[in-house]
């Protein structure tokens, strides 16, 4: 059974700190894909890393795959209070195994 | 452009009673999914379409129905509500690949007591 830990579980911070949150399996994706979900609302891609090693940067956002597309991260920079929600992690199966699987998510909570 | 929309946002049933969860895009793509998600167990697939005509089974199937007459519209439908099926329901669609770059709706939370 494929699984993808997201660790840490929890976060609270002060704004302008850095932080980095991660996503790890023993199995290899094609591609993993971040979301973000803010309370009452659906989950909102954010990016999709699919070659190993890749570096993906989105603002104060940076996303790393892995070299061997089993694990990925998410560091914030100086972060801020709109940065607050779950961080979501999904990751689509390699070769015919096209089954996303997703893990349960980092809750941040930037306090102003 | 209104994405993914789905109703209702609440609602309340009663064991046994039955209902349709609304979902409808119009951003003409292809795939469709439902998905329920439940503290600490993550978002699970239910069920999905990868067209018009076409649904299929996800993860956890059981006790509920879909159906997809048209490229805008993914109704899902619980016949028998059971207080299991109690948790927040999340329609999304995407284009080009399968299960690439999920646009989800709002959600909808559902208590069966």
């Known amino acids: 059974t494929q699984l993808l830990e997201q660790s840490p579980q929890f976060l609270s911070i002060q704004e302008g700190e850095n932080l980095t949150v991660y996503c790890n399996s023993s199995s290899v994706f094609s591609s993993l894909q971040w979301y973000r979900q803010e309370p009452g609302e659906g989950p909102v891609l954010l990016v999709t890393?699919?070659?190993g090693g890749e570096v993906k940067k989105l603002k104060r956002l940076t996303f790393q795959f892995g070299d061997a597309r089993k694990d990925s991260s998410l560091h914030i920079t100086a972060a801020q209070p709109g940065d607050t929600g779950l961080y979501l992690c999904?990751?689509?199966?390699?070769?015919?195994?096209?089954?996303?699987?997703w893990g349960l998510g980092t809750s941040l909570a930037v306090n102003p | 452009n209104a994405g993914v929309t789905q109703t209702p946002k609440f609602r309340i049933l009663k064991i046994g009673q039955s209902m349709t969860l609304q979902c409808t895009q119009d951003m003409n793509h292809n795939y469709m999914y439902w998905y329920r998600q439940d503290p600490g167990m993550g978002l699970k697939l239910i069920y999905y379409?990868?067209?018009?005509?076409?649904?299929d089974k996800g993860e956890v199937p059981n006790g509920y129905n879909v159906s997809r007459s048209t490229t805008e519209d993914f109704p899902l439908r619980l016949e028998l509500a059971a207080p299991s099926q109690t948790s927040v329901y999340f329609c999304?669609?995407?284009?080009?690949?399968?299960?690439?770059?999920?646009?989800f709706g709002s959600g909808t939370q559902l208590s069966v007591l």
């Open positions: 379409s990868v067209g018009a005509g076409i649904t």
């Open positions: 890393v699919v070659t």
């Open positions: 999304a669609s995407s284009y080009g690949q399968f299960n690439e770059k999920l646009f």
């Open positions: 999904a990751g689509e199966g390699a070769g015919n195994n096209r089954k996303l699987i």
